[in-house]
């Protein structure tokens, strides 16, 4: 997973300055069908997260900021811009990362309406999904 996050998110570093790009920027230069792979190839580290067993909050949030980058990255030129800078990978690769380091540190009593967040995020994600799939059909079809 860090290959994946390293090559879509921070692959190349722009020559004169510390900041670093990675393929899914540039890929995503190509109307929609470049945000649509790169939209596939960050569905890898989710998948990795649903088999290492990551509680459904973990896999919610990465899909949110799945989802989220593939909406910023359909906005033409600046959203490509934008992609450079969120870094979805590297992000879904950080919470990965706390959700195992804290396999292995002493439980600590879950938080009084940690459920209820979790619900609403859900909550939220499918009603994104379900716009952007609403959307992605009216493009379809014009």
């Known amino acids: 997973m860090r290959r994946v996050a ?3 998110d921070e692959a190349f570093r722009i020559p004169g300055t510390r900041f670093r790009v990675g393929l899914q920027p540039i890929i995503g230069m190509v109307p929609v ?3 649509l792979l ?8 989710i998948q990795q997260a649903i088999v290492l067993g990551a509680p459904r909050l ?9 989802l989220l980058n593939f909406l910023i990255g359909l906005l033409p030129g600046a ?23 804290s396999l292995s540190s002493p ?4 938080p009084p309406h940690r459920r209820a967040g979790s619900w609403l ?3 939220l994600t499918v009603m994104l999904g379900i716009t952007l799939l609403a959307w992605l059909l009216s493009l379809w079809l014009t």
């Open 107 to 110: 439980p600590q009593a879950a």
């Open 58 to 66: 973990v896999v919610v949030r990465m899909i949110g900021v799945v």
């Open 33 to 35: 069908v470049g945000d």
């Open 79 to 101: 959203g490509d811009i934008a992609d450079a800078v969120f870094k979805a990978n590297t992000r879904n690769l950080r919470l990965l990362e706390t959700y195992l380091a």
């Open 6 to 8: 390293h090559w879509l």
């Open 121 to 123: 995020v859900w909550v």
């Open 38 to 45: 790169g939209l596939a190839l960050s569905g890898f580290p």
